[in-house]
């Protein structure tokens, strides 16, 4: 199984940004976005389950992030809108062959596979 993570680069705040992550090697139920700001944990930012489309968010990017499947198979993306510098961060791209439940969308220990990481950077 392979994670590639693409799209990260520097934005001004209100600014928007787009990530993509291809997925294969496998068969996935949930896919997600993570991210590590730095000198923090990594912490969650959306999933999104594939069986019906079902997204959860962080409540910081409510309204402003949106993550869902994007043409190609096996690939999500996260549209970033409304950027502000506490977005900088490194995004992880996460996925799990398990179709989650609404409440474990947003724990780090359900995914198996992550993708390296792409770097989001914004300045105010």
């Known amino acids: 199984v392979q994670l590639q993570a693409f799209g990260g680069g520097l934005a001004q705040a209100g600014g928007s940004l787009r990530l993509s992550c291809a997925a294969s090697?496998?068969?996935?139920?949930?896919m997600a976005w993570f991210r590590q700001a730095p000198g923090k944990e990594r912490e969650f930012v959306a999933a999104?389950?594939?069986?019906?489309?079902?997204?959860k968010y962080e409540d910081s990017v409510k309204g402003r992030f949106t993550i869902g499947r994007d043409n190609v198979e096996g690939t999500v993306y996260l549209q970033m809108n409304s950027l502000n510098p506490d977005d900088t961060a490194i995004y992880f791209c996460?996925?799990?062959?398990?179709?989650?439940?609404?409440?474990?969308?947003?724990?780090?220990?359900?995914?198996?596979?992550w993708g390296q990481g792409t770097v989001v950077t914004v300045s105010s």
């Open positions: 996460a996925a799990s062959q398990r179709s989650w439940i609404w409440s474990a969308l947003g724990s780090i220990s359900g995914y198996e596979y």
């Open positions: 999104l389950r594939w069986s019906d489309r079902k997204q």
């Open positions: 090697g496998g068969t996935f139920g949930t």
